[in-house]
């Protein structure tokens, strides 16, 4: 007879999500699926200087996940590794767009691998139709006023729109 699963299967989805696109939804609504739990867990990079504070960003992938019923949304200052080891959670989800990707991740997932060997990175690879779509592209858009509604959830829309809210001076 089968043995009931004991444990339940969480992960982090960490990221800076500056802020949340549509890409990175597809990945929480794919993952959510795969793992009982979802953490989704926010960069607080203070050498970066992002366009929505810590708050913001996670208030807008807070809204932007309402229908997910196992998702959490956390910020972390530290390792990644250690936030982590303090969550007991061993799976980091990671998303692939292109193989450009590729590099940088691997770096991370090597790090990671070596500052604990606790913790296993499992990739997903993006839904191609956002194999082109980064956070930086939506502000650049956004900056010039240009359309978004089908890059980000209306939550993120109004709130790049409050950002950004009169158009740009003539030169
Ligand atoms: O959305 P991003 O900016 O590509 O996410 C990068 C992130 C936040 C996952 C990565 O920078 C990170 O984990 N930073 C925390 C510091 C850390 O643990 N660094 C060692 C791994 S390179």
Do not use: C
Not at 2 to 15: D, F, L, S, W
Not at 23 to 41: C, M, P, T
Not at 98 to 117: C, G, H, P, W
């Amino acid at each position: 007879m089968e043995q009931p699963v004991k444990n339940m299967r969480v992960a982090v989805y960490p990221g800076s999500f500056d802020p949340v696109t549509n890409g990175h939804l597809d990945i929480i609504h794919r993952a959510a699926k795969v793992f009982d739990k979802l953490i989704v867990a926010v960069l607080n990079n203070t050498s970066k200087n992002p366009l929505f504070t810590l708050e913001e960003r996670m208030e807008l992938l807070r809204q932007s996940t309402k229908d997910l019923t196992n998702i959490e949304v956390d910020g972390f200052r530290d390792l990644l590794v250690n936030y982590m080891k303090q969550r007991q959670v061993h799976v980091i989800v990671r998303g692939l767009r292109a193989v450009s990707d590729f590099e940088y991740e691997l770096q991370m997932a090597s790090t990671n691998r070596k500052l604990s060997d606790e913790v296993e990175t499992f990739f997903m690879t993006s839904t191609p139709q956002y194999s082109y779509l980064s956070s930086s592209i939506v502000r650049e858009i956004a900056k010039f006023h240009g359309p978004v509604s089908e890059l980000v959830s209306p939550e993120v829309e109004e709130a790049l729109r409050t950002k950004f809210p009169s158009p740009p001076n003539k030169i």
